[in-house]
């Protein structure tokens, strides 16, 4: 009898940014070598940094009649070609550019089909969309040989079942989680899988795909049938972040969430992880792990099923950018059973989906935050469905205000929290902003507000400034002119600095340098050692 137990084994997935040519590759092989030293490893790809696009594309065109298909797939193949000369030599890159080329002309096949026919159903273009991850696994394969670990490359079609809704398949859960049981059972110790994302089949063999953030799923899947003690998703960001980057300077990465607060923010625009990839590692209680490829000490986010201390009652501030609010109101509609029934049961059948609703307790309006893409099909099913009310003035014609935001707050330590709103509503009250909507669930784990989308920018800022505050006092400089005296100023301020910021506890930054001829800017602090450069 064996008493041995088990080696834990790790998870890892590497997006399309982390696989964008053969040097990033040799970064991946670096951190999947560092895991395979103390774990079994089933690594998890995405195609190439911009293939899945590429091949929208050339279905798009290759449908149109436009022969820049043809281009797009000469693309391809110097592409993935470069890269195979960049991880292998003799025999090796023998068997990789056989298989590029084996690939390609199957790809060839397909487009030329869809350009004769000038048309591509779901199947087709699930199969054409299927080629990047199928050539990117053979490349990561061989550069993890390259960097001396026992790699295979693994179509998923033969693990994962799915039925036959083209484009956004769902999975079969027990029939896939045998099959990769039984795959993995197969494999050598120290043998490492090297799995194609987003794709899978269905019992026919007909290719499938698993929707936006299909690897992603793919990865969380895997890691629920082994039973994983962690799944890692390396990408290009150094975790969950407070804020979007790009709006608020002062965001930082969040070095634990929940799987609900996760949840909050994904839905509400922070795009890191897909919302269905949660679901199977939130079954098994797996963590996440959000890692940067680019940066690998990076601790990054850790994503697990209990809240944790945290010294902040937020833990993120996201938002969803253009909405439109949409308010039915009327006499007619207070204190009659069914309102809110109708109203969004004719929503549900014209297919529009609601971000946000807010209703006054008098009952004599209902508010909804949408997609301005669907604006057009809710305003014709609410006037169809309320024609009657609206012809005898019961119901208000349909008030329609374009351009608007929504912005959730979240946070477990929200819960019971007395004051927390308050401390909202004054930081935006002190930034001059108006709040046009509110929507709060019982669960006290979002705030979610309506603004101008004008407003957007200045509400993140005030909301992360509001819960978010450095306690170090921030002083931001600008220079015009770098001359003797202008670069001797920027050479006394490199040492000073840091020693502000231990000692006197001033967050100095130089944010824009400027002579006769050019400005260089960084809202985040200009890099002192390569300003001149």
């Not at 490893?41 to 911009?50: C, D, F, K, L, Q």
């Not at 273009?125 to 394969?141: H, I, M």
């Not at 509609?333 to 969004?344: C, T």
């Amino acid at each position: 009898m064996n008493d041995l137990k088990p080696i834990p084994r790790k998870i890892l997935k590497f997006g399309g940014t982390s696989l964008a040519n053969a040097d990033r590759m040799r970064q991946v092989a670096e951190i999947v070598r560092a895991a395979a030293s103390d774990h079994a490893v089933t690594v998890v790809v995405s195609a190439m940094g911009g293939v899945t696009n590429h091949l929208v594309e050339a279905t798009r065109a290759a449908a149109d009649r436009d022969d820049s298909w043809r281009e797009a797939l000469i693309g391809l193949r110097a592409r993935h070609l470069e890269v195979a000369e960049g991880l292998a030599e003799g025999p090796e890159y023998e068997a990789l550019e056989s298989g590029i080329v084996q690939s390609l002309g199957d790809l060839e096949d397909l487009l030329h089909g869809i350009f004769l026919l000038r048309e591509c159903s779901p199947r087709t273009r699930d199969s054409v969309l299927s080629f990047g991850e199928r050539l990117s696994a053979p490349l990561v394969a061989a550069c993890l040989r390259g960097a001396g670990l026992d790699a295979r490359a693994v179509d998923a079609r033969g693990l994962l079942v799915t039925d036959d809704a083209f484009g956004r398949a769902t999975l079969q859960s027990d029939a896939s989680h045998r099959a990769i049981r039984e795959y993995h059972a197969r494999t050598e110790p120290g043998e490492v899988p090297v799995v194609t994302g987003f794709i899978a089949a269905t019992l026919r063999g007909e290719t499938t795909t698993l929707g936006r953030g299909g690897s992603d799923f793919t990865a969380s899947i895997f890691g629920e049938a082994l039973d994983a003690q962690v799944i890692e998703l390396w990408t290009d960001v150094s975790g969950v972040m407070s804020a979007d980057p790009r709006l608020v300077e002062d965001a930082f990465p969040l070095p634990r969430i929940s799987y609900d607060e996760l949840m909050e923010l994904s839905h509400f625009g922070a795009r890191v992880v897909h919302p269905p990839s949660v679901h199977p590692a939130r079954r098994r209680g797996i963590p996440l792990a959000i890692r940067n490829t680019l940066d690998p000490t990076a601790p990054g986010t850790l994503i697990q099923s209990d809240s944790v201390d945290n010294p902040y009652p937020v833990r993120g501030i996201s938002s969803i950018h253009r909405v439109d609010l949409l308010r039915l109101e009327g006499d007619g509609m207070v204190g009659v059973p069914g309102i809110a029934m109708r109203l969004f049961g004719c929503l549900a059948r014209a297919g529009v989906s609601i971000i946000l609703i807010s209703q006054a307790s008098s009952e004599h309006s209902i508010c909804w935050a949408i997609s301005p893409d669907d604006t057009a099909a809710a305003q014709k099913a609410v006037e169809g469905e309320f024609e009657l009310e609206l012809g005898l003035g019961r119901v208000d014609p349909l008030i329609i205000d374009r351009g608007q935001s929504v912005i959730a707050v979240v946070g477990e330590g929200m819960r019971e929290r007395p004051g927390l709103a308050s401390r909202l509503f004054g930081g935006l009250a002190r930034a001059g902003i108006n709040v046009r909507a509110v929507a709060q669930g019982s669960s006290e784990l979002n705030i979610s507000l309506v603004i101008a989308g004008d407003d957007e920018v200045r509400a993140l800022r005030a909301i992360h400034s509001t819960f978010f505050a450095p306690t170090a006092r921030r002083v931001r400089l600008v220079l015009l002119g770098t001359g003797k005296v202008g670069s001797e100023l920027l050479e006394q301020t490199r040492s000073l600095i840091p020693k502000l910021l231990s000692e006197r506890d001033i967050d100095l930054r130089w944010v824009a340098i400027a002579n006769s001829r050019r400005l260089l800017t960084g809202a985040q602090g200009i890099n002192l050692d390569q300003w001149q450069d």
